[in-house]
């Protein structure tokens, strides 16, 4: 069996499983998010009473926080009465973040784990060794009345990434130009595990940010085989408690692909699909109206250091703004504690709260109609973050702050030196 | 079950994600019917005054995926759509629809029929699609026997209600 497949058998409490079999399985993390008050409805018309484990459930007030309508504002109002008469404490209020950030942050994320969440970009914590995936909220008002879900037991690919990222290119640039090769549906129903050299020396962020973007495969979960570098991260947190799955040896993936990254430049999705994937510098010059640094996809401290070492002691160009959001609380903190806030705002950004902003066109930086925004989340659908006839570009972190810097798509590798 | 599902076909392209289908802007609304009103609304101009109950949406691959919204299952459920015929869909859009209780059919060669205001009949017996106008079909995946139970019930909530249920088995 292959590690995912470990999990899952350990969580329905059977010996063996096989790609394709349904199995129930006990949840160890579910999350809920403020766009899903449907899941606190689907849990009463299931005649749920008292959640089954309210230690285990975490709410998170993300997706528009603080409130920007007054829809919001009732919507999260029933996730605090909730959250009090169920007695669940987990409950992440405003500013806290985004979720996924926040899972990681406070040690919920950890191998062995079987996680869900209404978020689709939950196979984030397989960069930890978790099984970890997105559901929507009746599923998630299943494991709230019975601590568990059923899943079909997914078919395991494997990616080998091989060789060093040249100066400039990083995991995120990385896993677009996977997406680019594979397609926006290769991976529907499978769990996509990341291995290879590469892989060892990346940090426990950039492992996130492989697994978060797995999603936009139609990735059910991801993984990345837990080692001493995600030890010392869970270490560091005093985080205990889990276990550590290995895959059989003889275990075959269903299809395995080999990328050497020592060649790749920074990569961009074009609008409008995530697999509409170039080398950058084919779409170098092109005006940004907008650049958006953040998300659970590359809004960590790493991301926002990146972002201050490219601009500290230089300002953005006047035809360009550029909104900041820290992914979480702790990831603010930490920015303000390095100056990088500071940096970032002398060189002419704006912070926004923690939480998703406008990565979902729900708030804090929306594009109107003919704008162009480059960002380093994860979709650029037509719509996603404004106007449907706004252009969405996908990049990394670095190449989001030097083109606010230059006013127009570019590659960040010289402003690295 | 019936055995035969008709519509009239509204076609769309590969990828249409759930935020095409239910925009972000409409997010914080938790009223079903209202849900209804932007079905689609990020992706077709002219589903909204076109579109009748009992209709059917046929697309290309990877339909619905992207964020796990259900308002996106929730909308197309409520608007009267009568079943989505695609090449693939998102994973957790699938659930969400199957959930609910609204008929999801892959058909890997849906493109060769597809057709802007004919009529597909689905033959849930013999695996097929037909587009009535042309009289040419399509094979189509079973759906499985798990999906076709919450299907029957209307929705995986009515078998949730009961106290001891285990949906596996």
């Known amino acids: 069996m292959h590690a995912l497949e470990k999990i899952l058998a350990a969580h329905a409490g059977v010996d063996k499983v096989c790609a394709g079999e349904i199995v129930n399985c006990d949840i160890d993390v579910a999350g809920i998010n403020d766009l899903y008050p449907q899941a606190m409805y689907s849990f009463r018309e299931i005649n749920g009473k008292k959640v089954a484990h309210p230690e285990r459930v975490v709410i998170f007030l993300d997706h528009y926080a603080p409130a920007s309508t007054i829809r919001q504002a009732e919507n999260q109002k029933q996730f605090r009465e909730f959250a009090r008469e169920q007695g669940i404490e987990g409950l992440m209020e405003v500013g806290q973040g985004v979720c996924h950030q926040i899972l990681a942050d406070k040690g919920y994320s950890a191998p062995g784990r079987l996680m869900v969440a209404t978020d689709s970009h939950t196979p984030t914590h397989g960069a930890f060794g978790a099984f970890s995936t997105g559901v929507g909220a009746t599923d998630i008002s299943c494991i709230l009345k019975t601590g568990k879900l059923w899943f079909r037991v997914p078919e395991i690919i494997r990616i080998n990434l091989e060789g060093e990222l040249p100066p400039g290119v990083f995991a995120k640039d990385a896993i677009l130009h996977v997406i680019g090769k594979l397609g926006a549906d290769y991976a529907i129903y499978r769990g996509v595990e990341f291995a290879g050299s590469l892989i060892k020396k990346l940090s426990i962020a950039e492992r996130m940010t492989l697994c978060n973007m797995t999603t936009e495969m139609g990735a059910k979960a991801a993984y990345i085989q837990p080692d001493s570098i995600t030890e010392a991260f869970l270490q560091a947190k005093n985080i205990s408690g889990y276990t550590i799955y290995e895959t059989d040896p003889d275990f075959i993936a269903g299809a395995e692909h080999t990328f050497d990254v020592s060649e790749l430049s920074p990569q961009i999705a074009a609008p409008s699909s995530v697999d509409h994937v170039s080398d950058l510098h084919e779409y170098a010059g092109i005006p940004v109206d907008q650049a958006f640094l953040g998300t659970c996809t590359g809004g960590r401290i790493d991301d926002i250091a990146l972002a201050a070492r490219i601009l500290k002691g230089r300002k953005i160009s006047p035809s360009t703004r550029m909104i900041v959001v820290p992914a979480s609380k702790n990831t603010l903190q930490k920015a303000i504690e390095k100056g990088y806030m500071q940096d970032l705002i002398e060189a002419g950004c704006t912070f926004v709260t923690p939480g998703c902003a406008a990565c979902l066109g729900t708030h804090q930086g929306l594009i109107a109609e003919g704008e162009s925004c480059i960002t380093s989340s994860s979709r650029n659908f037509p719509g996603r973050m404004g106007h449907k006839k706004g252009e969405i570009y996908l990049a990394s972190p670095a190449a989001v702050a030097a083109s606010a810097l230059t006013g127009v798509i570019t590659d960040p590798a010289p402003y690295l030196e | ?169």
């Open chain 2, 1 to 169: 079950m019936e055995r035969f599902i008709e519509g009239k076909m509204h076609v769309f392209g590969d990828n249409i994600d759930t935020d095409q289908i239910y925009p972000g802007q409409y997010l914080d609304v938790t009223d079903h019917e209202e849900m209804a009103r932007y079905c689609l609304k990020g992706a077709s101009a002219e589903f909204e005054e076109a579109f009748i109950k009992g209709d059917m949406v046929v697309a290309g691959k990877n339909f619905g995926c992207g964020s796990s919204r259900e308002n996106a299952a929730i909308a197309l459920k409520v608007r009267g759509v009568g079943c989505v015929v695609a090449k693939s869909f998102g994973r957790i859009f699938y659930r969400n629809a199957i959930n609910l209780g609204l008929l999801l059919i892959v058909c890997p060669k849906i493109d060769e029929i597809a057709q802007m205001g004919a009529s597909l009949r689905i033959d849930m017996d013999q695996h097929t699609a037909m587009n009535l106008e042309t009289g040419n079909s399509a094979e189509i995946e079973p759906v499985s026997d798990y999906a076709m139970k919450i299907l029957n019930a209307g929705g995986i909530k009515s078998l949730l209600r009961d106290e001891e249920m285990d949906p596996t088995v």
